[in-house]
C-alpha cells in the first residue's frame, strides 16, 4: 500500500470512528429517562423553564434571581429545554471539541489525528457520561478547547484576539471558575511568545466585556454589584469550613447550622453569600495550618480517581462506575508520565507546555474552593491532547511506511 492511499484510510477511519461513537451517544441519549437525575440539573432546568415560560432568571417562579451563572441555563433555553435535545447537542459539542484537538496536530500527522483523538477519548468513558447530564461541563469544554483551538492556529490579530476573548467571557457565565483559568492563560501564554502583553490586553477586555454585561443586569434588577453568580460564598465555605471533605462535594459538608444561622438573620440572597464568604475566610484565619493542609488536599484531589457522593447520587454513581473511571483515567495519568519521560528524545511542543502549564496550575486555582472528578472534565481535554499528539508522532511512522 502506497503512502497516500494509507493516509486516506487513516483520515476516512477516524471519521467513522467518530460519527460510531455520537451515534452511541444519541442512543444512550434516547434511552435514558427525559429527566434530571440529580439536583443540580434539576435547578438548571429550573431556571431554563422561568426564563422560557415565567418570569425570568427565577430559581422559584416567583422571585428574581443570580444564585447560578446564567451560561448553561441559557443553553437549555435555546434548546427550548428539551432534556433530549440538550444530550443530544451536548455530544454534537462533544465531537466538535474532538475535531478541534485534532486540529492542533502538527501537519505532518494530521492523517491519523482524529483516529487517535477519537481513541483516547472513547478510552475515557467520563466524556461519554457527562455528555448524557444536563452539567455545564461537556459545554464548557468545548468552549475551552475552541478558544485555545483559535489562540493557537487561528489567524492573528486584534479581531481574533477580540473573539477569543468573547468566547472566554462566555465560558466564564458558564463555569464561573475559568475566570482565574483566563489569568493562568494569559500569564502562561505570554511566557511562551503565543500572546503579546496588546494581544492579551484586547482578549482580556472582550472576555471582561462580557462578565460585565451580566453584572450589569444584576445590578440593574437588585441593585447589588454581582459579577456572576450569588453563589461564590457558599462554594467557598463549602470548600473551607471545619466539616470539607477533600475528596467530597458539597453533598458531603453539613453547613446546615451557617443556613440555619442566615435564615435566623433574615439575610437575603446576596446578604447570604456575604455571610457564607466572611464565615469561610473566619475559619482560615482561626485555622491557619489546617486551612493550608486542606488547599492541598483539594488540589491533590484535582487528580483523584475516587470521590466521595451524597447520599441521594450513590444509585447512579455506583461503585463498578467510580472503578472503571479510576481505571482510565490511572491510565491516561500513566500515558501522560510516558510523554513526559521521552522528552528527551521528543522536547515538548509550544502547545504541549500550554497545556501542561493550564492542567498542573488549574488544579491550585480549583482548590480555592473545591475540587471534583466532574468539574475537571473540562480541563482533561488538555492531557488528552497531549497524549493523543504523542501517540500520533510515535504511530505517524507506521501509519505512512510504504510496502
Known amino acids: 500500500m502506497t503512502t497516500a492511499p494509507r493516509r486516506s484510510s487513516l483520515r476516512l477511519a477516524g471519521i467513522v470512528l467518530l460519527v460510531l461513537y455520537v451515534i452511541a451517544g444519541f442512543v444512550y441519549s434516547f434511552i435514558l429517562p427525559k429527566t434530571g437525575r440529580f ?3 434539576r ?7 422561568h426564563l422560557w415560560n415565567g418570569p425570568g432568571y427565577s430559581m422559584d417562579g416567583v422571585h428574581l434571581t443570580a444564585i447560578r451563572p446564567p451560561g448553561y441555563a441559557f443553553f437549555l433555553v435555546a434548546l427550548g429545554n428539551s432534556v433530549l435535545l440538550a444530550r443530544l447537542v451536548q455530544f ?4 466538535g471539541s474532538i475535531l478541534l484537538l485534532a486540529r492542533l ?8 489525528a482524529l483516529l487517535v483523538t477519537t481513541l483516547v477519548v472513547g478510552a475515557y468513558p467520563l466524556f461519554f457520561y457527562t455528555g448524557t447530564t444536563l452539567y455545564p461541563q461537556t459545554l464548557a469544554g468545548f468552549l475551552f478547547v475552541l478558544a485555545l483551538s483559535l489562540l493557537l492556529r487561528g489567524p492573528r490579530g486584534w479581531m481574533m484576539h477580540a473573539l477569543i476573548g468573547l468566547i472566554f467571557g462566555c ?3 458558564v463555569v464561573p471558575t475559568f475566570l482565574l483559568t483566563l489569568f493562568i492563560l ?3 501564554a505570554w511566557w511562551l511568545g503565543l500572546l503579546r502583553w496588546r494581544e492579551g490586553a484586547v482578549l482580556a477586555v472582550a472576555a471582561g466585556i462580557v462578565v460585565l454585561a451580566w453584572t450589569g443586569r444584576n445590578y440593574a434588577v437588585f441593585r447589588q454589584f454581582v459579577p456572576i453568580a450569588s453563589y461564590s460564598g457558599a462554594q467557598l465555605l463549602i470548600g473551607n469550613c471545619e466539616s470539607t471533605i477533600p475528596y467530597g462535594g458539597s453533598g458531603n459538608v453539613n453547613t446546615t447550622h451557617y443556613h440555619q444561622e442566615a435564615q435566623a438573620l ?3 440572597e446576596f446578604q447570604a453569600d456575604r455571610f457564607y464568604r466572611d464565615a469561610a475566610v473566619k475559619w482560615i484565619e482561626e485555622h491557619p495550618g489546617r486551612a493550608f493542609v486542606l488547599y492541598l488536599e483539594k488540589a491533590a484531589n484535582f487528580f483523584n480517581v475516587y470521590n466521595e457522593y451524597a447520599p441521594e447520587s450513590r444509585g447512579e454513581v455506583t461503585l463498578w462506575r467510580q472503578a472503571l473511571l479510576g481505571a482510565c483515567y490511572g491510565l491516561l495519568l500513566a500515558l501522560l508520565a510516558w510523554r513526559l519521560c521521552e522528552a528527551g528524545r521528543f522536547p515538548l511542543t509550544t502547545t504541549e507546555k500550554l497545556f501542561l502549564a493550564l492542567y498542573l496550575l488549574s488544579a491550585f486555582t480549583q482548590a480555592i474552593f473545591f475540587t471534583r472528578i466532574r468539574l475537571r472534565l473540562p480541563y482533561d481535554y488538555l492531557i488528552v491532547a497531549i497524549i493523543a499528539m504523542h501517540l500520533s508522532r510515535r504511530l505517524t511512522p507506521y501509519f505512512t511506511k510504504s510496502n
Open 266 to 268: 433574615g439575610l437575603d
Open 186 to 188: 494569559l500569564g502562561v
Open 92 to 95: 454534537g459539542l462533544l465531537a
Open 105 to 112: 496536530f502538527p501537519p505532518k500527522e494530521r492523517d491519523g
Open 39 to 41: 439536583p443540580d440539573e
Open 43 to 49: 435547578e438548571y432546568l429550573a431556571l431554563a423553564d
Open 171 to 173: 465560558l466564564i457565565l
